[in-house]
């Protein structure tokens, strides 16, 4: 496998650092927003590419730098664009709070002259077409009081209070007070103290592979059975997979989640502004865990440790911020022969890739499957802690549910969009949407029971903008029409999406322009090297129309090209009671299953289990 894939080391990471301030086009100001390998196909050499943020203005830079030779050898400036949320200006903005006479003053009308309880949120501002906002990166602030340091934050919201904070400055914009509401009394405690006494009738479960793993790591290199693929974490994205092979045979070049939008749907002020774009304006990368074995993965366990820059371009790791590791999921396949009772069955094992991001009150956890059967899905797990409101007297209840005495959490969704930049068996695709219906009554059909598939080829940008059926079982099918099966059919993978809706927020609403992406499940390019996220490479307060509407506006061919499947899942989220004080996990994701890709179930030579009683 190339080298050229590896992610940046810390060298690197200074090289590229050291090459764009050699330029001396960078002031005092400037600082990093993300530094990341540049995995632009057809590159000969490593090259890294550089986000920098110039001053306090809206405003970005990106360079490219040839690491081999230290050189600039690409410069973009983009004026009016905004990075994602910083570490530290998140940081000021919550000093510029502090030190604030009017912010004070509001918390004092509520009671609270100790801030050492306080709890500021710095959120994105999104984009309202406010003029104070024009040129700022700016944030808007909300706030939570916690009595002790192990209470649970967001039970007790300091309701109608808004803050706008310029975050690069350190300047508070405006205190917007929309009334006083009390705050809830419970602490909203998790803790196992605060639950005890704990269960005492779960018996431990034991993983152990005496023999060791199955599968090899080399740096980034994974080899697993017949799979083989390199892994690396994206400041933005996460984890990233490249050049995705079975058995040799190459499946996907890029895989990633590239976006995700969460919209709140309460329509009340103080809320109805908020929505977020966790891999854009935050990271799921530069909110990865440091993963805990026995915690959050459990076996044999390999780990992959990240190398990331902060604002200051200086290199730092992130040990175990990828979890590596086999599981058994149940049976692979079986079948009882009823004539002989001869029985046959193979157990189900999967690899398993996965990272954990906090962002905010929300933890999302990634797992990548890979499976013997030559089949691969991705599983995102929701949990952590809702974002909350106090409720009161003009609370309005459909928006957002009671979830504890005196508190209530707004319903929202959490929207992701796979960028999957397929490759089966090479790297002209062309995709067909499938859909099965019932047959007319006709000769062939005369007791009305027929049905079956119809497969239509998507030809364009816009017939390929296509939302899940499940009534009709869509599913979208990535065909290479230049080879075949055994059988003379093309080969094939079908993308299987989960029930899974699509943006609810009215068009012409802000949020509908800024996160088009997700007004659809499926979404089809030719291959681009430039067009990388499903919202724009700055989302963060753009004000909208950019990435996949802009992109597929030009209605570009889709027949005999190299394609890129813009997947969109997710969950709407109706808050509940037992969603507090902390969430169970949810579920969402995809599926990616061979489709005449194999002769026969590739399966079959999985070795039945030595333990059968």
């Excluded at 104070?132 to 309701?159: H, K, L, S, T």
């Excluded at 991001?357 to 990634?366: E, L, P, Q, R």
Aim: proline share 8%.
């Amino acid at each position: 496998m190339t080298t050229l894939l590896h992610p940046l080391t810390a060298d690197e990471i200074g090289v590229a650092v050291a090459a764009v301030r050699a330029t001396g086009r960078l002031g005092e100001a400037a600082h990093f927003s993300t530094i990341t390998l540049d995995d632009t196909r057809g590159l000969t050499s490593r090259q890294a590419r550089v986000i920098i943020v110039p001053g306090p203005e809206a405003a970005l830079v990106e360079a490219t730098v040839a690491l081999a030779t230290a050189s600039v050898v690409a410069w973009i400036e983009h004026p009016g664009a905004v990075p994602a949320l910083g570490f530290e200006e998140a940081f000021n903005a919550i000093l510029a709070l502090h030190d604030h006479a009017g912010f004070r003053a509001a918390l004092a009308a509520r009671g609270i002259t100790d801030l050492t309880g306080l709890q500021v949120d710095p959120w994105p501002t999104g984009n309202f077409g406010l003029a104070a906002e024009e040129g700022r990166r700016v944030a808007r602030c909300i706030c939570y009081y916690r009595d002790q340091p192990e209470d649970n934050g967001y039970a007790r919201p300091i309701e109608g209070l808004l803050i706008h904070v310029d975050m690069a400055r350190g300047e508070v914009l405006e205190v917007v007070d929309l009334g006083i509401s009390p705050l809830p009394e419970d602490p909203g405690r998790y803790r196992p103290e605060d639950h005890a006494p704990a269960r005492v009738d779960l018996r431990p479960v034991s993983i152990t592979q005496p023999d060791g793993v199955s599968f090899t790591l080399e740096g980034n290199e994974l080899r697993w059975q017949r799979w083989s693929l390199l892994v690396s974490l994206d400041p933005l994205e996460g984890i990233v997979l490249h050049d995705v092979t079975y058995d040799g045979r190459s499946i996907l070049r890029r895989a990633s989640v590239n976006e995700m939008v969460v919209p709140y749907g309460d329509p009340t002020p103080g809320h109805n502004w908020k929505n977020a774009f966790d891999v854009g304006e935050w990271g799921l990368g530069r909110m990865a865990n440091s993963l805990q074995l026995g915690c959050d993965c459990l076996g044999e366990i390999r780990y992959l440790d990240a190398v990331l820059a902060d604002q200051r371009g200086r290199a730092i790791t992130l040990p175990n911020a990828i979890c590596i590791h086999e599981e058994d999921v149940g049976i692979l396949w079986k079948h009882v022969d009823l004539l002989t009772g001869h029985v046959e069955v193979r157990r189900k094992r999967r690899l398993v890739v996965s990272s954990i991001a906090t962002v905010g009150n929300y933890d999302y956890g990634f797992y990548w499957y890979f499976h013997l059967d030559g089949s691969l899905e991705l599983e995102v797990k929701l949990t952590g802690i809702l974002s909350t409101k106090a409720r009161s007297t003009e609370h309005r209840e459909a928006f957002a549910p009671p979830i504890a005495p005196g508190l209530a959490a707004p319903v929202h969704q959490h929207l992701f969009c796979a960028r999957l930049d397929m490759a089966i068996d090479g790297p002209r695709n062309e995709v067909y949407e499938l859909n099965v219906d019932p047959l007319p009554l006709d000769d062939d059909n005369p007791l009305r029971n027929g049905f079956a598939p119809s497969a239509t080829r998507l030809d364009s940008e816009q017939q390929a903008q296509r939302v899940t059926d499940p009534s009709r079982s869509r599913s979208w099918r990535i065909v290479n029409p230049s080879v075949t099966n055994a059988l003379g059919t093309p080969v094939a993978f079908t993308l299987l999406a989960g029930p899974s809706p699509t943006l609810l927020a009215a068009e012409g609403s802000s949020i509908a322009a800024r996160a088009a992406f997700a007004t659809k499940n499926l979404w089809v390019t030719p291959y681009t090297p430039d067009q990388r996220r499903a919202a724009g490479d700055f989302p963060n307060q753009h004000p909208g129309g950019a990435g996949l509407p802009a992109w597929t506006a030009a209605n570009r061919g889709l027949v005999d090209t190299e394609v890129v499947v813009w997947h969109t899942f997710g969950v709407t989220h109706i808050p509940r009671p037992e969603d507090w004080p902390v969430m169970p996990v949810e579920t969402c994701g995809f599926q990616l299953i061979p489709a005449g890709f194999f002769d026969r179930n590739p399966a079959l030579d999985v070795p039945p289990p030595d333990h059968c009683h």
